[in-house]
């Protein structure tokens, strides 16, 4: 059984979180079991109250655990990786193995205010497809996605059900707007009232806000604004060092 070395320089309660994690990648805490208490912790481990419960915050915060009041601490499901790459939802979901879904929550014809004009590159007033979905994976509410498109670009956009397909494949076969480069800004944020409902998060529960501008052929196509569970994903990117200067 692992144990913490009390001559190491590794504080004890970073010791005491990758055995936790080693228990977790092993399987031997799978997802959704709960963890031992703090007691049984404390006594497994020879550790103070404050240092176990300093190693379960780490986790809980890293959202690696987590606390349901009276309850107990549990393993959480681990969180899906942002793509940052030009990507529909759907292909996504279908690419981890999970079933992508969604649900219409509004779809309109709008006029573009200045600002949408010119994030779309065309003029104010000019026609626009709104659409809004949440979006699932294996039957969980995941993200809550708001399309902007030129009607010019899709003129019969309305006309179509979505669910269960891919907007991108849609507008691909469709229209042939194949989705070939873009721009992605992503923020932290606090979900509101009603969109923490759609996603069953608690009431102030934390976001990823993510705009997107995608292109076809040099040509803005649509503008995205999506509200992602910041408690489900997380993101990765590679880093390059610069090239030193001569």
């Not at 923020?187 to 993510?210: E, N, Q």
């Amino acid at each position: 059984m692992a144990h913490i070395d009390p001559d190491s320089p590794v504080p004890k309660y970073f010791q005491l979180r990758e055995i936790l994690l080693d228990l977790i990648d092993s399987d031997e805490l799978s997802i959704g079991a709960a963890i031992p208490s703090e007691r049984e912790l404390c006594q497994r481990f020879g550790l103070s109250r404050m240092t176990v419960r300093q190693a379960v915050d780490h986790l809980v915060s890293e959202g690696r655990l987590h606390r349901v009041p009276g309850k107990g601490t549990f393993v959480a499901r681990p969180k899906i990786e942002l793509a940052l790459q030009l990507t529909s939802f759907t292909e996504d979901m279908r690419a981890r193995g999970m079933a992508p879904g969604s649900r219409d929550l509004d779809r309109r014809t709008m006029r573009a205010s200045a600002h949408l004009a010119k994030e779309l590159g065309i003029q104010p007033g000019e026609e626009v497809h709104f659409i809004e979905r949440l979006r699932t994976a294996d039957g969980e509410p995941l993200s809550i996605e708001r399309a902007h498109i030129p009607v010019k670009l899709a003129p019969d956009l309305a006309d179509h059900d979505l669910t269960g397909r891919s907007l991108y494949e849609l507008l691909e076969s469709r229209y042939g707007l194949v989705m070939d480069a873009g721009e992605l800004t992503i923020d932290g944020g606090i979900a509101d009232p009603s969109d923490a409902d759609l996603l069953k998060l608690p009431r102030g529960g934390a976001v990823l806000l993510l705009q997107r501008r995608s292109f076809s052929g040099g040509v803005c196509a649509e503008l995205g604004v999506s509200t992602y569970r910041a408690d489900r994903y997380q993101l990765r990117t590679l880093l390059e060092m610069p090239a030193r200067r001569g």
